[in-house]
């Protein structure tokens, strides 16, 4: 079993970026596939990126060649890049891992994109 936590939301002007992190607890961290959602108010939690076990990495259209997910084993963490930030990216962003048949969420990280 593992526990997330994320880290890194914020307050950002269009344009601007942001790095959130997702710090996991437990054992056999690096066997998780672990996986980006985000849910804007009044709508449905979306899938955003994942990162497999072997580093394969795989994005919604909607933020293709702007986010990048990666994930350092050694820290137990995975990091979502954003860059380029557009007002539709405003959501509570959570971080989800993935092993044996079972998802582990973390609490989420509210990401504002407004001037």
């Known amino acids: 079993q593992v526990q997330l936590v994320e880290s890194g939301g914020g307050l950002v002007q269009p344009g601007g970026s942001l790095r959130l992190s997702c710090a996991a607890s437990?054992?056999?961290?690096?066997?998780?596939?672990m996986h980006w959602y985000r849910q804007a108010p009044g709508k449905e939690r979306d899938w955003v990126t994942t990162?497999?076990?072997?580093?394969?990495?795989n994005y919604a259209d909607s933020v293709k060649g702007r986010f990048t997910i990666s994930r350092d084993n050694a820290k137990n963490t995975v990091y979502l890049q954003m860059n380029s930030l557009k007002p539709e990216d405003t959501a509570v962003y959570y971080c989800?891992?993935?092993?044996?048949?079972?998802?582990?969420w973390g609490q989420g990280t509210q990401v504002t994109v407004s001037s």
């Open positions: 437990g054992s056999a961290f690096s066997t998780y596939a």
């Open positions: 989800c891992g993935f092993r044996l048949g079972r998802n582990y």
């Open positions: 990162i497999t076990n072997g580093g394969g990495t």
